[in-house]
């Protein structure tokens, strides 16, 4: 290959925003040599490589944006560790057929059961699918957007939770909320109705609701909008947590 010709490849993929065939040209037509690849094939191997290569990156891009906690997968999830739950169920999920339709899913249980691991793990695979993810607590989001409201920035702030396509509300229930900060919880998810996804958690059923948003009226508006179309998944069972912390306490007093 002339000088020449590399030189202008690799100014004109700069300019096509593909960095990493002008990093590796020689690399690519060495491979090329070798197998005696003919124009169609490394033409075909060219780009796939490239779209490889840049789906990679936005995925890593849109999970450093998605503020999830942690990156765990379902494959780090034991099955065997909550026989009530059947793994269909979170198998159907992670197929993101919600997420493509725009709605939701609910994970509950007790603490430890893993809520927030299966959250994450289904926020991963859709981060990796291409959509944009934003995980948050229920309390820091109702935290942010009184903040944001006192400082006459509801609105941008709001965007910060209905632009994303998949919205996870971690821990409803947690703290029970007062009537102004539930109000802002509906705004979220009925600006979100049928417009983007939810995955939430919560340790409380929804006959509970009423309690934690402190107004029977609005949680049942709030429900309304979220249960229309909602995967529903009880995960009754151990705490997770608790099985490590006891197996600890035992080998301590083994010990
Ligand atoms: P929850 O949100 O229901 O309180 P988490 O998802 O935070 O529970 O789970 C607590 C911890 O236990 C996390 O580190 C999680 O990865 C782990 N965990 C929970 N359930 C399982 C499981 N069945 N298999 C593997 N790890 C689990
Ligand atoms: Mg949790």
């Not at 995925?59 to 998605?66: C, T």
């Not at 941008?156 to 409803?172: A, F, H, I, Q, W």
Request: one cysteine or more; glycine letters at 6%.
């Amino acid at each position: 290959m002339s000088e020449l010709v590399s030189t202008r490849i690799r100014t004109t993929a700069a300019k096509l925003g593909l960095p990493h065939l002008a990093e590796s040209l020689n690399q690519y037509a060495g491979r090329a040599d070798e197998a005696k690849m003919g124009y169609l094939d490394f033409l075909d191997l060219v780009l796939a490589e490239e779209l490889a290569i840049r789906d990679d990156r936005r995925f890593r891009q849109g999970l450093r944006l998605s503020k999830l906690p942690h990156h765990k997968t379902l494959d780090e999830y034991d099955f065997s560790f909550q026989p009530e739950l059947d793994p269909r169920k979170i198998k159907d999920l992670a197929t993101l057929a919600f997420v493509e339709a725009k709605a939701n899913a609910a994970l509950l249980g007790p603490p430890g059961v893993g809520k927030t691991h299966i959250a994450v793990a289904l926020s991963v695979a859709a981060c990796r699918a291409g959509f944009s993810v934003y995980f948050t607590t229920l309390d820091d989001m109702v935290r942010q957007l009184k903040a944001a409201e006192a400082a006459g920035r509801l609105n941008s702030k709001l965007r910060t939770y209905l632009r994303p396509g998949v919205l996870v509300v971690d821990e409803v229930g947690y703290q029970p909320l007062e009537r102004a900060e539930a109000n802002l919880v509906f705004q979220v998810i009925s600006k979100r109705y049928e417009k983007g996804s939810i995955i939430l958690t919560s340790n409380k059923t929804f006959s509970e609701w009423g309690q934690v948003f402190g107004d029977e009226v609005l949680a049942t508006a709030i429900l309304d909008r979220l249960l229309h179309h909602c995967d529903v998944v009880s995960i009754n069972g151990p705490s997770y947590r608790l099985k490590n912390r006891l197996a600890a306490i035992d080998r301590e007093t083994a010990a």
